[in-house]
Each structure stands twice: as structure tokens, then as C-alpha cells.
């Protein structure tokens, strides 16, 4: 049996890592291990239980109100910690997080190969998002076998050079978590008929949209005095700095429901419910494809531009006369798709764990 170390911290690299895990625990050549950095704990630890994912090792890295360069060097170091005591054959890493890139440089320097799965999305500015862009990027510098989740994040890889006989197409893994997650209820919401009013979803927390944040609650609340029967949902991040914000500019708003962090199978049930979708995430931008959903993005740039693409979604950015006009836009005239999911079938963690096990037996 071949070690293969699975590395991840966030709640969207559990959700993400979640399939090729169970993949990896049903092959008879490869082993994994896993190891959580768990720089969001609470987060993490939601999303662990969902998925039934027991780490090997816990860096518990968490601190309060973290700053990049700290948890980059803890990452760093504790991962290094982990690589010496299981010695494994290969390293896994997910995605854009600074759990991502850290793991992948910690395999590095130790010498030991390493893939990427969701390889070779890009913006190509480095600063959009941020710090994500760049953690991508030197990712795929650091890996050795990338597992692009479409054709157009391959082509991206082998304009950068990246051989091809490295890169492995497989869909994303969103696709295939989201099937187990589906037709669950959303959670009981006060002053809201999903028979009758027009429910608008909203997550933010991206780290360059933080001293926007105030443009795009006031966005929200111009919809809600615009649109009569708009009711907006918006489960507020964790981060201690966002929720105080989002509480202050949007807490005495009667039809702005602010909720904790959700459950994850609560969270997919309101974006099946919902009737459009606002957030600066990345993920989600899968989600709602796969759901067959509207979104409008808050961001100038996405390294999904399959969304847009598509017809699934439109960029805004932050700017309040942008919001309100898209969101008006769409839920009074809805964007034209081909409602095809470009994002894959359901079957992306299979092909990863059967090109690793072909990769790991020569």
C-alpha cells in the first residue's frame, strides 16, 4: 500500500477533499492519511462531521484574528512535523488556501511529490482574490500532477508550461459532494414564505471585499426597499471582523435575515430554495451551476469564467449601482443559459484516485 497524506484546513477544501477521501479509503493500492490544519475550527469541524472524516492529525492552528504571514509559517511547520513521523509517498493538497500552498511547499522541501486537485484555475491578477490567486499559482509550481476540474483550467496549465502528461482533466469534486446532499430542509426562518416571497441568498467574506463590505450591504439594503416581496438571506462568515461589520450595517433590517454559520446540507437546501444567488465565493460559483441556479458574483474577476461563460452568472464586483441593477436584472428577466454544467459529472474523485493509483504503482 502507498501513504498518500491528504492536507486540508478550510471548510471548503472538506467539502471538496471529502469525495476523493472516501475514494482513497475504498482503493486497494493507496492508503490515506489525513491531516487537518484547521485554521477555521468551528468551520472545520462542521464539515468534518458531515462527511465523516476523522483526521490522523490535528494542527489545530486556529488563532484569533490571524494574520497570513503567521499561519503560513505554522502551516509550514506543522505539516513538516506530520511529512517526518508518516513518511508518506505522496501529498494531496486542494484548491487556493494558504493550507494549500503551505502543504504543497512543505512536500517540497521534504522531497516528496505532490498533486493538485483543482489545478489551473486563474485570473491572472495576482491580487484578485487575494491572497487565493497566488496561492494557486505557486501551487502548480510546486506539484506534480495537477487534476484540472475543466478543459479551460488545463489549457491555462500548459500556457504556463506545465507538461501534459501531468495534467489530468477530471471535473470538480463540488459536483460530486453535492449528490449526497441534496433534498435536505433549510432551516426554519421567521417573516419567510417560500411559497410566496422571492428569497436572495448572500454570502460574503472575501479578504479583499473587506473594506468594501459596507458598499455591498448597502446594496442590500436598496433591494430590499426596491423589491416588495425580497427576502435576503445571508449567513454571516465567522470571522470575527465581518460579523461585527455585517451586524452593525444590516442588524435592524426587518427583511435581512442574518444567520450564524449553517450546517452544510441546511446551507446546499437554501441555495436549492433560493431564487438567486449573491456572493463573492468560489465554490459556490460550482454550487450553483450544479444546482441550476442564477448568481451574481462580487467580484471584477473569476478564475470560473465557465460561469459567466455559460450563462449561469454575472461579475459585479462591489460597486452598489452594479448589485442593485444585476440582481433587478435577473429576477425580473433571467439571464439566458445553455444550462449545461460545465463544472463536471460526479465522477471527479474516481478519475483522481485512478490516475494516483496508475501514477503510484510505477
Given at each position: 500500500?502507498?501513504?498518500?497524506l491528504?492536507?486540508?484546513?478550510?471548510?471548503p477544501?472538506?467539502?471538496?477533499?471529502?469525495?476523493v477521501v472516501c475514494?482513497?479509503?475504498?482503493?486497494?493500492v493507496l492508503?490515506?492519511?489525513i491531516c487537518?490544519?484547521?485554521?477555521h475550527r468551528?468551520?472545520l469541524?462542521?464539515?468534518?462531521e458531515t462527511?465523516?472524516?476523522e483526521p490522523d492529525?490535528?494542527?489545530?492552528?486556529?488563532?484569533?484574528?490571524?494574520?497570513l504571514?503567521?499561519?503560513?509559517?505554522?502551516?509550514?511547520?506543522g505539516v513538516?512535523a506530520?511529512?517526518?513521523?508518516?513518511h508518506?509517498?505522496?501529498?494531496l493538497?486542494q484548491?487556493d488556501t494558504?493550507s494549500c500552498?503551505?502543504?504543497?511547499?512543505?512536500?517540497?522541501f521534504?522531497?516528496i511529490?505532490?498533486g493538485h486537485v483543482e489545478?489551473g484555475?486563474?485570473?491572472?491578477?495576482k491580487?484578485?482574490?487575494?491572497?487565493?490567486e497566488?496561492?494557486?499559482?505557486l501551487t502548480?509550481?510546486l506539484?506534480?500532477l495537477?487534476f484540472a476540474?475543466?478543459?479551460e483550467a488545463?489549457?491555462n496549465?500548459?500556457n504556463?508550461g506545465t507538461?501534459p502528461?501531468?495534467?489530468?482533466?477530471t471535473g470538480?469534486?463540488?459536483v460530486d459532494?453535492?449528490?449526497?446532499?441534496l433534498?435536505?430542509s433549510?432551516?426554519?426562518i421567521?417573516g419567510?414564505?417560500?411559497?410566496?416571497?422571492?428569497v436572495?441568498?448572500?454570502?460574503?467574506?472575501r479578504?479583499?471585499n473587506?473594506?468594501?463590505?459596507?458598499?455591498i450591504c448597502?446594496?442590500l439594503r436598496?433591494?430590499?426597499l426596491?423589491?416588495?416581496k425580497?427576502?435576503?438571506?445571508?449567513p454571516v462568515?465567522a470571522?470575527?471582523?465581518?460579523?461585527?461589520?455585517?451586524?452593525a450595517?444590516?442588524?435592524?433590517e426587518?427583511r435581512i435575515?442574518l444567520?450564524?454559520?449553517?450546517?452544510?446540507?441546511?446551507?446546499?437546501?437554501l441555495m436549492?430554495r433560493c431564487?438567486l444567488?449573491?456572493s463573492?465565493?468560489?465554490?459556490?460559483?460550482e454550487?450553483?451551476v450544479t444546482?441550476?441556479?442564477?448568481m451574481i458574483?462580487?467580484?471584477d474577476s473569476?478564475?470560473?469564467?465557465?460561469?459567466?461563460?455559460?450563462g449561469?452568472?454575472v461579475l459585479?464586483?462591489?460597486n452598489?449601482?452594479a448589485i442593485?441593477?444585476?440582481?433587478?436584472?435577473?429576477?425580473h428577466?433571467?439571464?439566458?443559459?445553455?444550462?449545461?454544467?460545465?463544472?463536471?459529472?460526479?465522477?471527479?474523485?474516481?478519475?483522481?484516485v485512478?490516475h494516483l493509483?496508475?501514477a503510484l504503482?510505477?
Amino acid at each position: 500500500m502507498k501513504t498518500v497524506l491528504v492536507v486540508f484546513g478550510t471548510r471548503p477544501e472538506v467539502i471538496k477533499m471529502a469525495p476523493v477521501v472516501c475514494r482513497l479509503r475504498q482503493s486497494r493500492v493507496l492508503k490515506p492519511v489525513i491531516c487537518v490544519t484547521a485554521q477555521h475550527r468551528q468551520m472545520l469541524d462542521q464539515m468534518l462531521e458531515t462527511f465523516a472524516i476523522e483526521p490522523d492529525f490535528d494542527l489545530d492552528l486556529m488563532t484569533d484574528r490571524q494574520t497570513l504571514p503567521h499561519l503560513t509559517a505554522q502551516i509550514l511547520q506543522g505539516v513538516t512535523a506530520v511529512l517526518q513521523q508518516v513518511h508518506p509517498d505522496f501529498v494531496l493538497v486542494q484548491g487556493d488556501t494558504t493550507s494549500c500552498f503551505s502543504a504543497a511547499l512543505a512536500a517540497f522541501f521534504s522531497g516528496i511529490p505532490t498533486g493538485h486537485v483543482e489545478a489551473g484555475l486563474r485570473t491572472r491578477d495576482k491580487r484578485s482574490p487575494f491572497p487565493e490567486e497566488m496561492n494557486r499559482r505557486l501551487t502548480s509550481h510546486l506539484c506534480d500532477l495537477h487534476f484540472a476540474p475543466t478543459v479551460e483550467a488545463r489549457d491555462n496549465l500548459l500556457n504556463e508550461g506545465t507538461p501534459p502528461e501531468r495534467i489530468f482533466v477530471t471535473g470538480n469534486t463540488i459536483v460530486d459532494a453535492l449528490t449526497g446532499m441534496l433534498n435536505h430542509s433549510p432551516p426554519e426562518i421567521a417573516g419567510i414564505c417560500w411559497e410566496c416571497d422571492t428569497v436572495l441568498l448572500v454570502t460574503a467574506h472575501r479578504r479583499e471585499n473587506w473594506d468594501e463590505m459596507s458598499q455591498i450591504c448597502g446594496a442590500l439594503r436598496r433591494l430590499a426597499l426596491l423589491e416588495e416581496k425580497l427576502q435576503i438571506v445571508f449567513p454571516v462568515h465567522a470571522n470575527p471582523r465581518l460579523a461585527e461589520l455585517i451586524q452593525a450595517e444590516l442588524g435592524a433590517e426587518s427583511r435581512i435575515h442574518l444567520l450564524p454559520h449553517l450546517p452544510y446540507p441546511q446551507f446546499v437546501a437554501l441555495m436549492q430554495r433560493c431564487r438567486l444567488v449573491i456572493s463573492d465565493s468560489g465554490g459556490i460559483q460550482e454550487e450553483v451551476v450544479t444546482l441550476n441556479k442564477s448568481m451574481i458574483i462580487l467580484r471584477d474577476s473569476t478564475e470560473r469564467p465557465e460561469i459567466v461563460d455559460s450563462g449561469f452568472g454575472v461579475l459585479t464586483g462591489t460597486n452598489p449601482d452594479a448589485i442593485v441593477h444585476a440582481v433587478q436584472t435577473v429576477l425580473h428577466d433571467p439571464l439566458p443559459a445553455i444550462r449545461k454544467n460545465p463544472f463536471g459529472d460526479g465522477h471527479a474523485a474516481e478519475r483522481i484516485v485512478q490516475h494516483l493509483e496508475v501514477a503510484l504503482r510505477s
